[in-house]
């Protein structure tokens, strides 16, 4: 028989799969909240209200593993697409989806 070998658990194989810090922002000068709500939340805005920094710029910091995720930003109560994304899905409401995409952490070393 051979010797078991025990099981690496998969984030000491591949610690890129575990969460990474991601910033979104979003500038609203006037907006007296602003939240996001997403697939990495349930879509429930009131889970990741955005700071504001006093300059009219909102951000939300949000510990996320690698993968796309699908958001929308609520400012004052309004369901509001993020200017700054580069790609968007289509919702089932008729509207367009921000798609933000979390690649592997690029400072860890996999092999």
Same mark, same amino acid.
């Given at each position: 028989? /051979?010797?078991?070998?025990?099981?690496?658990?998969? #984030?000491?194989? +591949?610690?890129? *799969?575990?969460?990474?810090?991601?910033? *979104?922002? +979003?500038?609203?000068? &006037?907006? /007296?909240? $602003?939240?996001?709500?997403?697939? +990495? =939340?349930?879509? !429930?805005?009131?889970?990741?209200?955005?700071?504001?920094?006093? #300059?009219?710029?909102?951000?939300?910091? *949000?510990?996320? /593993? #690698?993968?796309?995720?699908?958001? !929308? +930003?609520? $400012?004052?109560?309004?369901? &509001?697409?993020?200017?700054?994304?580069? !790609? !968007?899905?289509? =919702?089932?409401?008729?509207?367009? =989806? #921000?798609? *933000?995409? $979390?690649?592997?952490?690029?400072?860890?070393?996999?092999?």
């Amino acid at each position: 028989m /051979k010797p078991t070998q025990a099981i690496q658990p998969i #984030s000491e194989r +591949f610690p890129a *799969l575990e969460k990474q810090e991601i910033v *979104l922002t +979003f500038c609203a000068p &006037t907006a /007296k909240v $602003v939240q996001v709500a997403g697939t +990495f =939340n349930g879509w !429930r805005p009131e889970a990741n209200p955005l700071m504001h920094n006093g #300059s009219g710029e909102w951000a939300a910091r *949000l510990m996320l /593993k #690698s993968g796309e995720y699908e958001y !929308r +930003f609520v $400012v004052d109560g309004v369901w &509001t697409d993020d200017p700054q994304a580069t !790609r !968007r899905a289509n =919702n089932p409401h008729g509207g367009l =989806n #921000s798609v *933000l995409k $979390v690649g592997l952490d690029d400072t860890t070393d996999l092999l």
